[in-house]
């Protein structure tokens, strides 16, 4: 097993109840840090799924942040996608399969989630983008992995969303599903959070990938 203490960013790790090659890589938002989803192993219940919770490389707040404010995203955003390609290479060299697992991210998280899973060279079995945007959909297109047009993904999004705003997000989704994504888009009557009812949602979508 790779020492995962040498990875470049800090990190938890939850290991599976069985041995498995199974993996969940979560992503959080601005401000929080790995703890913030410390809760979801449990709630997923899958005894098979390792679990791997990074923090962000900037601090803020007394948190971790993956990019800067907008209109200054870009440089950060880049420099955090190097840093999670680099951590990928290692988990899917010996000790995890990448065709089994999955890419989870909130908010900031949910942006990676697309502006770097979709250029890895890696196909994951699903990727979770909740309550995100995406920096440049058309870009996006353009320089991503062809072969991740067809993989799984699912991105929720709340209709109440006071921080990323519901429309703008829909709209970005809709440019990636008109060229030729595939993805599954479920909104929510909610703020910038998880709600239980989506959170059973994603348990079961997980589920059947599996």
Known sequence: MTNLEYLPLNNIFIPAKVTSKKLMIILHG???????FTFLPDYLAIDE?????????????????????PPNQFNGIVYSSGLLSDIL????????????????????????????????????????????????????????????KSSHWL???????????????????????????????????KAHNIEQEELNMIKKWIKDKL
């Open 49 to 69: 799924m390792n679990y791997l919770l990074l923090d962000a490389p900037y601090e803020y707040f007394g948190g971790c942040s993956w990019y800067d404010l």
């Open 89 to 148: 290479d290692v988990l899917f060299e010996d000790d995890f399969s990448a065709e089994e697992s999955f890419l989870f991210g909130f908010s900031q998280g949910a942006l990676l989630t697309f502006e770097f899973g979709a250029r890895y060279e890696k196909v994951l079995a699903g990727y979770l983008a909740i309550s995100g945007y995406i920096y440049d959909p058309d870009n996006l297109l353009k320089e991503m992995n062809p072969n991740l």
């Open 30 to 36: 601005r401000g929080d840090s790995s703890q913030g």
């Open 155 to 189: 991105c929720t999004h709340g209709t109440h969303d006071n921080v990323l705003p519901y429309d703008t997000s829909k709209s970005q989704i809709t440019i990636l599903q008109n060229g030729g994504f595939d993805i599954t888009f479920q909104s929510y009557e």
